[in-house]
């Protein structure tokens, strides 16, 4: 009777379960991002596949997959498998872990898998005691953070593991992920409002998927009384008030006018105003991460070699960013703002690249292969001088000034004029 009981309880929970849960990928396959690690034949996806064992250090924001890649791995290894939280976990608990993990491998000739999520909320002191049993294979550790691990992990511990790097999921994916959602929730949305969803989301599947599954919840059809249920419909008002504290600018106004008012304000030298819409996307919730990586874009886009250390300011303050976050990291990202504000401005970066680009597509559809020219080919392996790689190659080192005029590009891209300095700052 109690097993009865037990199945109605699992199936009830199965029901109500948050639809992150519900749509959470049961295998490699299923993923909509990451490919880098767990694509056919990606690094990650052989270790998972291959069950050997390795410590591993999954290291990215929150919502991209790292606690799916480890249900996944739980699901799959044939070594027992147990977890620790950081936030309620102890040396005492490490210890226990690690004794059991023994134990199980005298007796039974069993590796285990010791799952730490949030690891970097353990203490030099918890993640110590972990070393001995990462060393001697008594356990194989698998870490999630979403803290930079250069700082967040002891180096004798962070250099026993591989690093696997999670990024922020693509638009694309959660475009598919959205309508996944939309799907099971028997509902539809506009573009205006999927654009505001992943705007909010930020690259984050869960956050994507918890304001969904609000604004679903909390639309009224138009015919309350009908008999026939309404199709959900949710639009950008559902979102706005599905995302509430989420929602980083609050209001009606969008997420990318914000933006577009910061880089531009920026752009134009204007400092006080690239102040004000900092301190108002930093009012309103907006992630700092986002901020930073709009300031290294215009570092390139639109100061460039007019001022180099431009982008050294940025990626600092992006650096900052990651380092100390808020509410500290304001000031850096105000620091980076005034600095890109007051320096002299060029596009001549953008506009060399794209010139650029247009000869490898004009190149491409005329049928020309734009092959390296053979004195330009690599000469590191066995029989490449017999193939002609590298003769004629004139070494800028053995001519006057370190340079020399020579043939760099294939036939049909020579001569043409990509980077032409402004003028301006360093750029003249």
């Not at 199945?7 to 519900?22: C, E, G, R």
């Not at 690690?37 to 990215?60: C, H, N, Q, T, Y």
């Not at 690249?353 to 005329?366: E, H």
Request: glycine share 8%; net charge negative.
């Amino acid at each position: 009777m109690q097993s009865l009981f037990d199945q109605q309880a699992s199936s009830i929970l199965v029901a109500q379960a948050p639809l992150a849960d519900q749509l959470r990928p049961r295998t490699l396959d299923e993923m909509v991002d990451q490919q880098h690690l767990v694509g056919v034949g990606a690094p990650l996806r052989k270790l998972i596949e291959s069950d050997k064992p390795a410590s591993i250090l999954l290291w990215g924001p929150p919502g991209t997959g790292k606690t799916t890649v480890v249900s996944i791995l739980a699901s799959t290894t044939q070594r027992a498998f147990t977890s620790l939280s950081a936030t309620s976990s102890g040396v005492r608990d490490v210890r226990q872990a690690i004794d059991a993990a023994k134990e199980r491998l005298g007796y039974e000739s069993r590796g285990t898998i010791l799952f730490v999520d949030e690891i970097h909320r353990f203490s030099s002191t918890q993640q110590d005691s972990l070393l001995d049993a990462v060393e001697k294979g008594v356990i194989s550790l698998v870490a999630a953070t979403t803290e930079n691990p250069y700082f967040s992990v002891v180096p004798p511990l962070l250099s026993r593991m591989t690093l696997f790097r999670f990024k922020p999921l693509s638009q694309e994916a959660l475009t598919d992920l959205a309508y996944r959602a939309l799907q099971r929730l028997q509902a539809d949305c506009d573009e205006e409002a999927l654009d505001l969803l992943l705007a909010v989301a930020n690259g984050d599947a869960r956050a994507a998927l918890g304001v969904l599954e609000v604004a679903a919840s909390i639309y009224e059809p138009e015919e309350a009384h009908s008999m026939t249920p309404a199709k959900v419909h949710i639009n950008s008002a559902l979102i706005h008030e599905a995302a509430g504290a989420r929602y980083a600018h609050g209001g009606r106004d969008s997420h990318y006018d914000e933006a577009s008012a910061f880089i531009k304000s920026i752009r134009g030298s204007d400092t006080d105003a690239g102040l004000f819409w900092l301190a108002r996307m930093l009012d309103r919730g907006e992630d700092p991460r986002f901020i930073a990586r709009r300031l290294v874009i215009l570092a390139s886009e639109d100061v460039g070699l007019a001022d180099p250390n431009a982008l050294s300011i940025a990626v600092a303050a992006a650096h900052a960013v990651e380092l100390v976050g808020l509410p500290e990291a304001q000031l850096n990202l105000a620091e980076a703002v005034i600095y890109l504000a007051r320096a002299p401005k060029s596009n001549r970066v953008t506009t060399a690249l794209a010139k650029a680009s247009q000869d490898v597509k004009s190149l491409a559809a005329s049928g020309s292969q734009g092959e390296v020219p053979l004195h330009l080919r690599g000469t590191g392996y066995k029989g490449a001088s017999r193939l002609g790689h590298g003769e004629g190659y004139r070494y800028p080192h053995n001519f006057e000034g370190g340079v020399v005029e020579q043939q760099y590009r294939p036939p049909g891209a020579e001569g043409h004029v990509y980077y032409e300095p402004s003028g301006y700052g360093e750029e003249t």
